[in-house]
């Protein structure tokens, strides 16, 4: 079971990116999927989560109304379009999967189950 996290890079602040996450060793179309940071210094925390089906997302206040998650056709995919990025986004993000919608709904107060590598973001001012 892989997580395959990529997009990270440089930006300049307004900038944007599109980080994406490929599952593969098991089918993860019935998962929901979503995506976490964590900034040098800081703890881990939620950015945003998609139901297996795509009907429902959850954002951080962080995020909400300049990051949008989706999934890819096959829903082995999962996307993070990062729009207006600001230095305070400079971070590691993590891809994470987890069968069960509580866990993304409880923004990081639970571990989901399978994690990606990582993908490092910096935003510069």
């Known amino acids: 079971v892989q997580l395959q996290a990529s997009g990270g890079g440089l930006v300049q602040a307004g900038g944007s990116l599109r980080l994406s996450c490929a599952a593969s060793g098991r089918t993860f179309s019935s998962y929901h999927m979503g995506w976490f940071r964590q900034a040098p210094g800081k703890e881990r925390e939620f950015v945003a989560a998609?139901?297996?089906?795509?009907?429902?997302?959850r954002y951080a206040d962080s995020a909400k109304g300049r990051f949008a998650i989706s999934r890819g056709n096959a829903k082995n995919t999962v996307y993070l379009q990062m729009n207006s990025l600001k230095p305070e986004d400079t971070a590691v993000y993590y891809c994470?999967?987890?069968?069960?919608?509580?866990?993304?709904?409880?923004?990081?107060?639970?571990?989901?189950?399978?994690w990606g590598q990582g993908t490092e973001v910096t935003v510069s001012s």
């Open positions: 998609i139901t297996w089906s795509d009907v429902t997302t």
């Open positions: 994470a999967a987890d069968s069960l919608w509580g866990t993304f709904q409880s923004m990081g107060a639970m571990t989901p189950r399978y």
